[in-house]
């Protein structure tokens, strides 16, 4: 079985990982915790970087720190990861959803100025399948509502709007590293952030609200969102090979492209203009003039060995944020979008396999 995705350790993981437990330093102490920060800053032009357990933590640290509470609202685009829901429910708000850009499969700008209310406290923007959100326009909307922008750039890493990696042009980025996103440390997440108030505010809530300065203190809520220094040592290395395992997947974006860009019933995403999309997993959409449905490709593509995956279903459809409204472009990608292995670890052999099958599909 080609696996639709697979982590790339093939650096000084287990030379970091073997170093925490020669030295004792399994738990949230320990010098790589630290150290991937610090590497992690330098690689995205972040000014303060934060570890934390995981992606969706990440995020809900970053709606606490900005004070998101009940009655509040926060616009979301309706096809994402459900955790960029989840995370507004933690804090009891609501989230208000937005469809798509038929195009890039990120938030619509222009429908998000229509459902701000005087409720509206922050927009999240989702960085899709490593497709940058329009954030000049985002940011601006933001500015003119007075709106705090959390961007979820989960799936992005290394992705760039105009000469800004994503994370850091809003006023919180999150990232994770689940086993299957761009760089892992297994589970894990980070929160950057230029805003100093901000980066105290989640450094103290992501440690059970334990003043910094006198133990067992605490002088507010907080939770136990903190990373290990076991998934930092990973995280490290993951960074250290960064730049390679980025154009290790630009070129597999190559390769797809070219070989499926003329089946027909087949087409792409596209990228935002002035932005440097990362091919997080290489998405089609699989049209009706494609001689199977989506669901029959990824069930005939299982058969021959080959695991995808279908895009996001829509928010709007699970129950627990059930809206009977008309997200035209969202339920189209969502109906119509299928993810192909994409890892720095799959061989050129494979996506040579995997474009063959697929083109070689008729009816
Ligand atoms: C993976 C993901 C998350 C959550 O990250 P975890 O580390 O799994 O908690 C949030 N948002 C998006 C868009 C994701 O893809």
Known sequence: ???????????????????????????????????????????????????????????????????????????????????????????????????????????DPTLIEKKISDRTKAIIPVHLYGNVADMQSIMNIAKRNNL????????????????????????????????????????????????????????????????????????????????????????????????????IRDQQYLKYFKRLSGVEGISFLESEPSTRSVNWMFSILIEDEFPLSRDETITYLEKMSIETRPFFKLMSKMPPYLDDLLYENSEELSNKGLNLPSSASLSDGDIEKICDIISGIQK
């Open 148 to 247: 705090f922008v959390i961007e979820d750039a989960a799936e992005a890493h290394g992705a760039m709007y105009k000469n800004e990696y994503v994370g850091t042009i809003g006023d919180v980025g999150c990232f994770s590293f689940f086993g299957n996103k761009i760089i892992t440390t297994g589970e894990g997440g980070m929160c950057v952030t230029k805003n100093r108030e901000l980066y105290d505010k989640m450094f103290l809530l992501k440690n059970h609200g334990m003043s910094p300065t006198e133990r067992f203190y605490h002088s507010v809520i907080g939770f136990n969102y903190r990373m290990t220094n076991i998934q930092a040592a990973v995280g490290l290395a993951q960074v250290e090979n960064f730049e390679k395992i980025i154009s």
């Open 1 to 107: 079985m080609i696996p639709v995705s697979q982590p790339y350790m093939f650096g000084n993981e287990r030379k970091y990982v073997l170093n925490c437990i020669d030295t004792n330093w399994i738990s949230s102490g320990g010098k790589y915790i630290k150290e991937f920060e610090n590497k992690f800053e330098s690689l995205i032009d972040a000014k303060y970087a934060l570890t934390t357990s995981n992606g969706t933590a990440s995020l809900h640290l970053a709606l606490a720190a900005i004070g998101i509470k009940e009655g509040d609202e926060v616009i979301i685009p309706n096809l994402t990861f459900v955790s960029t829901a989840n995370v507004i429910r933690y804090c009891n708000a609501t989230p208000v959803l937005i469809d798509v850009k038929k195009n890039t499969a990120c938030i």
